[in-house]
């Protein structure tokens, strides 16, 4: 069964420190995994895309990194502000041939305090 | 600017009642998407159309109806069969056949019970 596993549920963190998000896959076939942030109240917003030759990708202070042989992706967050706050969603993708589907995880929730 | 216009942002539904929620984009993608989320779980695929005039049923598209008659509209009808509506409702869109771009989501309708 395609799964998307993310951990912590939830996570509360002082403004200016760093974190990190864990997601553990069992999706086949892989084509890539995604991560994306939403605030409350409003729609996703990719934050990056790793295909399975990517060990590494960032985003001004998101850095996502993917363990393809052990199924693990995390997202580090560098010296978080107030404005992280929200909730993250690990996605992985499997395609074959022209179709594709998406598996959610069911999203990690960060809280920073100042 | 390029997105997606979701409308309206809060509903509520009598017992019997159908209901429509809107989604429009102009960002000239072919394939576009509904999904439901709801608390503690992963966004759930409810139908999708890869172009105008043609969608498949999701994992959850009991008690949902949608069409596809333009490129940029692809409205989702809740339907009184649907027992369980109240979630939050995504719209997103994507490129068709591009596996490795994102998913672009609107923000959102919240549909409540009366």
């Known amino acids: 069964k395609n799964q998307v596993e993310q951990s912590p549920q939830s996570l509360i963190i002082l403004e200016g420190k760093n974190c990190t998000l864990q997601?553990?896959?069992?999706?086949?076939?892989?084509?890539?995994l995604r991560w994306y942030k939403q605030d409350t109240g409003r729609g996703p917003v990719s934050l990056t895309i790793?295909?399975?030759?990517?060990n590494t990708k960032s985003n001004g202070r998101y850095t996502a990194t993917l363990d393809a042989d052990t199924k693990q992706s995390s997202l580090h967050i560098t010296a978080s502000q107030l404005s992280d706050s929200a909730s993250y969603i690990c996605?992985?993708?499997?395609?074959?041939?022209?179709?594709?589907?998406?598996?959610f995880g069911q999203g990690t929730t960060l809280q920073v305090k100042p | 600017d390029g997105g997606i216009t979701q409308s309206p942002k809060y509903l509520f539904r009598k017992e019997g009642q159908n209901v429509t929620l809107s989604c429009e984009q102009n960002?000239?993608?072919?394939?576009m998407y509904w999904y439901r989320q709801d608390p503690g779980q992963g966004l759930r695929l409810i139908y999708y159309?890869?172009?105008?005039?043609?969608?498949q049923k999701g994992d959850i598209a009991e008690g949902y109806s949608v069409s596809r008659e333009k490129k940029e509209s692809f409205p989702l009808t809740v339907t009184s069969a649907q027992k369980n509506p109240t979630a939050f409702y995504l719209c997103?869109?994507?490129?068709?056949?591009?596996?490795?771009?994102?998913?672009?989501f609107g923000d959102g309708t919240r549909l409540s019970i009366l």
């Open positions: 997103a869109s994507s490129t068709r056949g591009r596996r490795n771009q994102p998913q672009h």
């Open positions: 997601c553990n896959y069992t999706v086949s076939p892989f084509s890539n």
């Open positions: 790793m295909t399975f030759s990517e």
């Open positions: 996605v992985v993708s499997a395609f074959s041939g022209n179709t594709g589907k998406l598996i």
């Open positions: 960002l000239n993608h072919d394939a």
């Open positions: 159309s890869q172009i105008v005039n043609d969608f």
